[in-house]
């Protein structure tokens, strides 16, 4: 049995539409938490300023930016509101 790379592996996982509309779906979750991460880091906030902003725990914004939660569209617009940002769609 041949031994695959990482990347071939991983070429061969995205031919499978399952696989790669998973992959899709994390890559727009992960884009949308390092741009608040950037932003908050940006405007010199902490995690627990940020928090209070919101009216959550800053527990809340700690699993959120390490990728332990599956927060809502409201959590992610309320994040939004309280760096001053607009959220916004594109469909390509």
Known sequence: MELLSTKKYFEERMKDPEFRKADEALNFEFAIRDVLFEMRMKGEITQAQLAEKMGTKQSAIARFESGRSN??????????????????????
Request: proline share 5%; hydrophobic share 50%.
């Open 71 to 92: 927060p809502t569209l409201d959590f992610i617009q309320r994040l939004a509101d309280a760096l001053g940002l607009k959220l916004g769609v594109t469909v390509k």
